[in-house]
């Protein structure tokens, strides 16, 4: 005879019910002291697992909320906003109670976010875990409105932006700003290729061009602002041939007109990006990163260019998958 089975969860075939009791009271209510009594992980003495080591990041990443932010003329804009949030974790501790970190942005949900407020942000909630470094990152998409390039009309161009603040252990805060820019860039070399077949064989031929995308990342000077827009205006000189929202015939004509004038190899661009960068005061340091996305290959055309700042950026990016657009 097949012996009969304790079941703690679920109830056997001979009718015999689970010693468990498996069921959601939504009458329960949790008092002061039943909450005192809860088991809390750092009352235990072995949970440290693996090499007991200082952390130097710890914390949560893509929570989302909305957020209230600056823009540079104008009422506040409220954005759907990606939040990483981390601290540095020293050795002997267990482990910091992630929900701290997030409880410090509801806290602050009502105020309007910007460089400068991340820095109380990040005060409160270093205090709050009981951390020497903090580290904050604001994702979202900001809305720029463009108007055509001929024909007047208007519609709104997002762009990926990060805002970034990090406090070290000595109190040095410091403010970054990520920004993507997606432009057009036709090829110099294809350009002169098609004229010469124009001009020696009469044969009509169109130079390649391709959805091309800048991500530019910079240090804001202590003391100084930088809004989102700043970096636009930036972008935009340099690089000109900007991809647009509204068009009519005559808009797609000068965009034509526009590739033609401005044509740039992937480092021409970065470097165009960089003159404009290296000049404005307010940035302490940049780097950019530039990705032509190929029509007439099969892969990507690529350029990395920094300022050189000790201890700042480096021309080190390589994931330039998140520069496919």
Partial sequence: MKKKKTMY??????G??????RAYDRGFEVTRAYRGDLPDMNDATDSI???????????VANFRLPLKFAV?????????ASVMGSVSLEADLKGINMSRIVRSFYDSKDRVFSLESLRAILNTYRKKVESFDARIRLSFNYPLLQESLRSGL??????????EGAMARDGRFRRFIHF?????????CSAELAEHARDKRGVYSIPHSQRSKARVSVEVTEGR???IEDLHKHCLEALTTETQVMVKREDEQAFAEMNGATIKFVEDAARLVYEQLDKDPRIFDFQVACSHLESLHS??????ICRGVPGGFKADLIDFAALIC
């Fill in 299 to 304: 892969h990507d055309a690529i350029s990395v």
């Fill in 16 to 21: 015999e019910q689970q010693s468990m009791k």
């Fill in 72 to 80: 540079k003329k104008g009422a506040p804009v409220v954005l759907e």
């Fill in 49 to 59: 697992q693996g090499a007991n080591v200082p952390i130097q990041q710890v914390g």
């Fill in 225 to 227: 602002k930088l809004a």
């Fill in 9 to 14: 969860l679920h109830q056997t075939v001979d």
């Fill in 154 to 163: 208007k519609g709104y161009q997002y762009y990926k932006v990060v805002l």
């Fill in 180 to 188: 993507d820019f997606v432009y057009s860039s036709a090829c110099p």
